[in-house]
């Protein structure tokens, strides 16, 4: 990775769940190369090793079920242990989990959806806490979804899993800012990753095809170091009064979707609409 970019996490101990690819792997990158050391946390055991053998020595892997409490608990207790500290946990494991009618869905995959975004979540929070409190300081982070936000942005399981994530975290930021520890969530837009691929093609490994697929109606697609570049700040300093929030990061899909009809065909030329549709 070579030297820090700007050092804005310098000395910082993080752990990145779901770390071994998407966006995931994009936030390990980038924190390792703004000078923290990071854990590695993923079920993708391969994709893991090889990760932290490119990161080098700030950086480790361990294999971990984020739905698991003990697994959980080892995670971190292994990052306070290894590097001396915990300052950040980034809780962004996720599945796409359930899809279907609600009238079909299948309850098996359901139930997988909310244990590993919310339970995994929670879990991640409360024992990113544990060993925080005492310290008086960290950063807890969330991957939520604007599907998390409105309806029709996500499958059923998935949307009331991330809506559940975004309510953790404003009600813990409620509890830990008296701790000196902040919370936040991050709803990432569609993203250049292999869940996205599989999602939209059948193939997680067809990057360069879905990555076409989102730039069909011209625009730049997301990638993960763009949510790599929100988590850095939230991890920072520079967020230091920054809790209790939702940070979209979607290319304006949620709020800005567009294209305006009162800004083009009939409605581009400059006008009034006043009473009764009198125009100035």
Known sequence: ???????????????????????????ARRFVAEGARVVVADLQ????????????????????????????????????????RLDVMFNNAGIIGAIGSIAKCRMSDVDRTFSVILRGTF????????????????????????????????????????????????????????????????????????????????????LARVTEALSAGGERPGMPEDIAAAALYLASDEAAFVTGSVHLIDGGITYASGPSAFARGDHEEPAGILEAGRRS
């Open 1 to 27: 990775m070579g030297e820090a970019v700007t050092g804005r996490i310098e000395g910082k101990v993080a752990i990145v769940t779901g770390g071994a690819s998407g966006i995931g792997a994009g936030t």
């Open 45 to 84: 055991e391969d994709a893991g090793k090889a990760l932290v053998d490119e990161l080098g020595e700030a950086a480790r892997f361990v294999r971990t079920d984020v739905a698991d409490e003990d697994d959980v608990a080892a995670l971190v207790d292994y990052a306070a242990e290894e590097f001396g």
């Open 123 to 206: 879990l991640g929070t409360k024992h990113a806490a544990r060993v925080m409190i005492p310290r008086r300081s960290g950063v807890i982070l969330s991957t939520a979804s604007p599907g998390g936000m409105h309806g029709g942005l996500g499958p059923h399981a998935y949307s009331a899993a991330k809506a559940g994530v975004i309510g953790l975290t404003r009600s813990v930021a409620a509890e830990l800012r008296h701790h000196g520890i902040r919370v936040n969530a991050i709803a990432p837009g569609a993203v250049v990753s292999a869940m996205t691929a599989d999602l939209v093609l059948n193939d997680p490994t067809d």
